[in-house]
């Protein structure tokens, strides 16, 4: 068996001034202290970074961006790149999510180049993929993952490969209410990783597989038994901290 460590990540969306994020880490960090061998992070606005690495140094939650830009540098106004997380001590930074795919028109070619940027600059990315209910219903999830996975992962090299936390959301299970069955879940995590190792055969094994939408502490267990499942990307449900701090536990008890 692997020795993949359960990850549970919060996020927070465009949610949080840096005052409430404040509160919220102050009422998290005794919740999750714990909780040993889970990995934590909370996910959260450009505007509360600096904030939250402040306020979570010497804890077990880590921070991370919740997008970036490619380059290092250059005349991108409004965005902000990997070296200038890291600057702040970000831990690590979600790619590709849904909404930054379907709202903001972010492409696969842009989230290649994302991927090794962030790895270069020392951030732990997440990438997420998944299908629309329609794309669900015409049978073509598997097509969409694999396009999604392979694309995203191409240019990194292969020992860069399982340092990328993959997240499974699928589109008509966030912010819905409506998760995911537990087979769908175990379905679609174990084609994610088997993607991982037609890529690079020994990362099947220890890439990571979260699995995101409408994740809440009464489905929490039960999802993070899952065999391939190892952990969670938690939006709605990840705003109040006692709910986050109970799915952190529920990580902690899932077994392995
Ligand atoms: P919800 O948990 O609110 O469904 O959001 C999931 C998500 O998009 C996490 O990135």
Redesign the pocket.
């Known amino acids: 068996m692997s020795e993949r460590r359960p990850f549970l990540a919060g ?1 927070w ?1 465009m949610n949080l001034t840096v005052a409430e994020a404040e509160e919220y880490i102050a009422s998290l960090l005794p919740r999750v202290s714990g909780a040993e061998g889970v990995d934590v992070a909370v ?1 959260v606005p450009f505007t509360a970074l600096a904030a939250m690495v402040d306020s979570t140094r010497g804890s077990r939650v880590q921070v991370y961006a919740q997008t970036m830009h490619e380059a290092t540098h250059g005349a991108f106004t409004g965005e902000v790149s990997a070296p200038m997380l890291t600057e702040l001590g970000v831990h690590g930074v ?1 790619l590709g ?3 930054r795919r379907q709202v903001f028109g972010e492409t696969d070619r842009a989230l290649a180049e994302k991927l090794p940027a962030a790895l270069a600059a020392g951030l732990q990315p997440i990438l ?1 993929v998944g299908e629309t209910e329609e794309e669900r219903e015409r049978d073509e999830t598997e097509r969409k993952l694999r396009h999604q996975v392979w694309e995203g992962l191409q240019d990194l090299a292969p020992d860069q490969v399982a340092r990328v936390a993959i ?1 499974y ?1 699928p589109i008509w ?4 209410g409506q998760v995911a069955t537990p087979e769908q879940v175990q379905e679609a995590a174990a084609f994610v990783r088997a993607l991982v190792g037609d890529k690079v055969p020994e990362a099947a094994d220890t890439v990571r597989v979260l699995y ?4 809440k502490p009464d489905n929490a267990g039960e999802l993070l038994a899952l065999p391939d499942v190892d952990g969670a ?6 705003l109040d901290a006692g709910d986050f701090a109970a799915m952190v536990n529920a990580a902690r008890r899932a077994p392995a």
Do not use: M, P, R
């Open positions: 996020n969306k996910c979600v999510h849904s909404e997420c997240a959301e299970a966030i912010g819905t995101g939408g409408s994740v990307l938690v939006g709605g449900a990840s």
